[in-house]
Nanobody, 122 residues
Framework: HVQLVESGGDSVQAGGSLRLSCAAS?????????MGWFRQAPGKEREGVATITSDGSTTYADSVKGRFTFSKDNTKNALYLQMNGLKPEDTAMYYCAADEYNHGLAWRQYQHWGQGTQVTVS
């Protein structure tokens, strides 16, 4: 049974920081899969935030470059998204996703998804 479980979402003031986590289980191993963080604000299309490949290469959306850092811990089979300098426009539901293949920020290509964690910046 494949599971991706996000945590760490919260309400923060602009300029604040949050660290999101995603625990993977089942046959998804963060050391072997392409993993991504995506977000969706109310009334908007889902968008890619950051991805990390099996070999650890990262890609960031322009809107978060320099503020967000995506990392993974292969031993814990977990992912982390450190978000600094948060802005109101970062408010969204954040999702963790996985796929065998590297699709970059193209969210529609990812096969496995978590339930999401809410980030609200005021």
């Amino acid at each position: 049974h494949v599971q991706l479980v996000e945590s760490g979402g919260d309400s923060v003031q602009a300029g604040g920081s949050l660290r999101l986590s995603c625990a993977a289980s089942g046959y998804i191993y963060v050391s072997r899969y392409c993993m991504g963080w995506f977000r969706q604000a109310p009334g908007k299309e889902r968008e890619g935030v950051a991805t990390i490949t099996s070999d650890g290469s990262t890609t960031y959306a322009d809107s978060v470059k320099g503020r967000f850092t995506f990392s993974k811990d292969n031993t814990k089979n977990a992912l982390y998204l450190q978000m600094n300098g948060l802005k109101p426009e970062d408010t969204a539901m954040y999702y963790c996703a996985a796929d065998e293949y590297n699709h970059g920020l193209a969210w529609r290509q990812y096969q496995h998804w978590g339930q999401g964690t809410q980030v609200t910046v005021s």
